[in-house]
């Protein structure tokens, strides 16, 4: 039995931190980080049947057609991922009544719709990426006993080798996208961009982004290791707060999840985009176009 110090529910049985309760969800998931983007996308269902909201967190559940999803606002960061990822399973996977895991296992689909920095000139401000990877420059993954693949364990090491970032407060891990969805949103039929590579996700917007205000950084030159690194055909594309901890812990609770992301500022060209919300609405229009087109 699952103690209720570690999963806790509210007093009307909904996960605590979402404030959602089993039959209020979709197993097609879409997380974006902004609370204000969430009408932003429900504004495309034929109709909401569940609007929830609690602290950062704001879920809406409806339909296109036949095909149910719900979108919620992660807020910011990969602390903020492993709340969500965790409560999202629960409601799907862990017998609330019982606190007890399922007898069966159900996944999810889940879709990051997110704004991004760019790290390459030749992938323009305004552009769609999809992560191919995801590039842990955080902790969390630490936290949780897991195993890596053997392209992945190749990246992260050739990763490392190249940047030097690897000491006592930094140890990147690397996680793959799940292979079907990249396939369908990469593919020329369904393709969503032309653009994907590995996105790096930092624990932080300056210093960890290499931005400086007035600290000092430990990585001064910390986007030209990114964006200068190359193993085979990969290369880090684009860097955010939420991709290495979605990937990683999707894998490990056994769901399907994709990252895709609108470059809003491009550090190696150092330009910001002139209309961020048009963009930002454009991916998620063309995102929903091409879920929704997909049989049942």
């Known amino acids: 039995m699952i103690a209720s110090s570690e999963l806790i529910l509210n007093n009307r049985g909904a996960v605590y931190h979402l404030d959602l309760r089993p039959e209020e969800i979709a197993h097609t998931i879409i997380t974006v980080g902004d609370p204000g983007r969430v009408p932003i996308v429900s504004q495309h269902f034929d109709r909401i049947e569940y609007k929830r909201s609690h602290r950062e967190f704001v879920t809406h559940t409806g339909y296109i057609g036949r095909k149910r999803l719900t979108v919620i606002s992660s807020g910011i960061g990969t602390d903020n991922i492993d709340i969500v990822l965790t409560e999202l399973d629960a409601l799907v996977n862990v017998d609330l009544t019982r606190r007890e895991p399922t007898a069966s296992h159900t996944t999810l689909y889940i879709f990051r719709l997110g704004t991004c920095g760019g790290l390459q000139p030749d992938v323009p401000t305004d552009a769609m990426v999809v992560s191919t990877h995801g590039l842990g420059l955080d902790n969390l993954m630490h936290y949780y006993q897991t195993t890596y693949t053997s392209e992945e364990t190749q990246i992260v090491q050739a990763f490392i080798a190249h940047s030097q970032l690897n000491h006592t407060a930094l140890t990147p891990y690397l996680v793959s996208a799940d292979a079907q ?56 594309t684009n860097f955010e707060m939420e991709t290495s901890a979605l990937y990683g812990l999707g894998k490990l609770l056994g769901h399907q999840c994709l990252s895709i992301s609108t470059i809003v500022a491009n550090r190696a060209a150092h330009t910001f985009s002139k209309q961020p919300q048009l963009a930002i609405e454009q991916m998620i229009k063309r995102f929903l176009e091409i879920w929704s087109s997909l049989p049942d």
């Open 181 to 236: 969805l990249l396939n369908l949103f990469t593919s020329e039929k369904n393709e969503l961009t032309p653009y994907h590579g590995i996105t790096a996700s930092c624990p932080g917007f300056y210093g960890p982004q290499g931005r400086q205000v007035r600290l000092k950084l430990a990585f001064p030159d910390l986007v030209d290791r990114l964006s200068s690194f190359r193993f085979q055909s990969h290369r880090i």
